[in-house]
């Protein structure tokens, strides 16, 4: 069981993946995919539900085994060490591309851009997620509050919570990731706000102490039987109460462009140079 589908930003983020899988595998085939910075594989079940197998890799040794043990048995599944500078694939190894956290990859933006086009077939898919520069005031005051009143000399953030939290010291803009994206050669096929003003107030501050709890117990949590494919889901019955807050948070704020995160679909043209 995943408990983890019960913060409102972890399920948009989730729900748009697995919106965009189910979308992209019922007109091409999606035989290879790969999982960039997994983590401790909160996702991995439910990506290897819609492709033929998929490769996971993260830079931490620990959370690959962290998400080994926690996917145990999903016969689609295989994870890997991720290099330093270079991912370990030859060119054109994928179909698909997930980036679930774009700042867990453990390298600059720059260069995971990079390596994504690099490992993906011409005509292949990219989904990316990551957290918003451009946050709703309701999620993080503080440190929205020290970026109106700092120089351009003092780092981007007031406090290590909120939009900052679990070590991130610097957000991607999404006008920085377009820039990026077309001078590899991708092109930004949509763009979805992921959690707005609402999620926001949900979540304001107190989600690293729930992520803290989480992980020391997850072991306790694995359910995963051996040699299965991987189920779509593993969410509490009870995540449909998680589902009615994302709806009206997209029906208050759906409109407006502040968001805790941002979901992007992206495309490799099918002719290369």
Not at 168 to 196: N, R, T
Not at 214 to 233: D, E, F, H, I, M
Not at 237 to 266: E, H, N, P, T, Y
Request: with cysteine; glycine share 10%.
């Amino acid at each position: 069981m995943n408990y983890e589908h019960l913060l409102p930003s972890y399920r948009s983020r989730f729900l748009f993946l697995q919106d965009q899988l189910s979308s992209l595998s019922r007109v091409q085939e999606l035989d290879l995919g790969l999982h960039l910075g997994c983590k401790e594989g909160v996702f991995d079940r439910m990506l290897a539900s819609y492709v033929g197998d998929l490769t996971v890799t993260d830079a931490s040794a620990a959370a690959l085994q962290l998400a080994m043990g926690r996917n145990k048995g999903i016969f689609n599944l295989r994870y890997i060490p991720q290099g330093e500078e270079q991912l370990p694939f030859a060119e054109g190894s994928f179909d698909v591309v997930v980036v679930s956290e774009l700042l867990d990859v453990g390298m600059e933006p720059g260069r995971v851009v990079s390596e994504i086009s690099r490992v993906l077939i011409p005509g292949g898919w990219v989904l990316l997620a990551f957290r918003s520069k451009d946050f709703p005031f309701t999620y993080d005051p503080i440190n929205r509050l020290w970026q109106l009143a700092r120089t351009r000399s003092k780092r981007e953030y007031g406090i290590q919570q909120g939009a900052y939290g679990f070590g991130h010291a610097a957000l991607p803009s999404v006008q920085q990731l377009e820039q990026l994206l077309e001078q590899e050669g991708l092109e930004l096929v949509s763009i979805h706000s992921l959690g707005g003003w609402l999620v926001g107030l949900v979540e304001m501050y107190w989600t690293s102490i729930l992520i803290d709890i989480l992980k020391t117990n997850q072991w306790k949590w694995v359910t995963a039987s051996k040699g299965r494919r991987a189920s779509v889901t593993d969410a509490p019955s009870f995540v449909w109460l998680i589902d009615a807050i994302l709806w009206l948070d997209d029906l208050w704020s759906g409109m407006l462009r502040q968001s805790v995160g941002k979901g992007m679909v992206v495309r490799k043209s099918r002719r290369e140079g």
